[in-house]
Nanobody, 121 residues
Framework: QVQLVESGGGLVQPGGSLRLSCVASGSIAGIYNMGWYRQAPGKQRELVAGITSGGTAAVQDWFAGRFTISRDNSKNTIYLQMNRLKPEDTAQYYC???????????????WGKGTLVTVSS
């Protein structure tokens, strides 16, 4: 069973930046899809950005220009760089992986426990 551990969350002011990290217990080279998801209280979990084993990245339109996903298979780690953060970005951010070629929440096989991001003045 692959274990994923997120880190890097915290409290930041609007306009600030954070970089989230997700480290796997083993090699992630064989995990076709990995991604970052978030869930705010009272809302459904949603995809933020995904990346394939080959490094092809995609960011949801409402995050484009502010968030960037990257993957380093040699370190068994994926990252989410978040810039110009807004209060509405406040949520629990989760790392996930799967082999189906889809980023739908229900298609992902491995999930971390999450890291909390709070954007407030």
């Amino acid at each position: 069973q692959v274990q994923l551990v997120e880190s890097g969350g915290g409290l930041v002011q609007p306009g600030g930046s954070l970089r989230l990290s997700c480290v796997a217990s083993g090699s992630i080279a064989g995990i076709y899809n990995m991604g970052w998801y978030r869930q705010a209280p009272g809302k459904q979990r949603e995809l933020v950005a995904g990346i394939t084993s080959g490094g092809t990245a995609a960011v949801q339109d409402w995050f484009a220009g502010r968030f960037t996903i990257s993957r380093d298979n040699s370190k068994n780690t994926i990252y989410l760089q978040m810039n110009r953060l807004k209060p509405e970005d406040t949520a629990q951010y989760y790392c996930a992986g799967g082999h189906t070629g889809s980023y739908y929440v229900d298609a992902m096989e491995y999930w971390g426990k999450g890291t909390l991001v709070t954007v407030s003045s």
